[in-house]
């Protein structure tokens, strides 16, 4: 059974950045893909941001020029940096992967920021 776990949310001011991790149980060379989603109250999950095993990045719109996805294949681990936080960024924020086999999500991570 494939594990993630999330870390790194909290409360941050506009303006602020944090940066998450996501740890991977297995290779994440494995995976076709790995990327951060985020859920507001209210909102349908939402894809923020991708990177695929070969390192192509792909970001929703709203968070362009603001947060970057990376990849750190030694220690099994997806970061998103995020900077230039906005009140809107305010979500749980959830690691995936996925292979040809299924979908693994981790159990997400709260991000707050005030204005």
């Known amino acids: 059974q494939v594990q993630l776990v999330e870390s790194g949310g909290g409360l941050v001011q506009a303006g602020g950045s944090l940066r998450l991790s996501c740890v991977v149980s297995?290779?994440?060379?494995?995976?076709?893909?790995m990327g951060w989603y985020r859920q507001a109250p209210g909102n349908k999950r939402e894809l923020v941001a991708i990177?695929?095993?070969?390192?192509?990045?792909n970001y929703v719109d709203s968070v362009k020029g603001r947060f970057i996805i990376s990849r750190d294949n030694a220690k099994n681990t997806v970061h998103l940096q995020m900077n230039s936080l906005k009140p809107e960024d305010t979500a749980v924020y959830y690691c995936?992967?996925?292979?040809?086999?299924?979908?693994?999500w981790g159990q997400g991570t709260q991000v707050t920021v005030s204005s």
């Open positions: 995936k992967a996925n292979d040809p086999w299924g979908d693994y």
């Open positions: 297995r290779n994440i060379f494995s995976f076709t893909a």
């Open positions: 990177i695929s095993s070969g390192s192509s990045t």
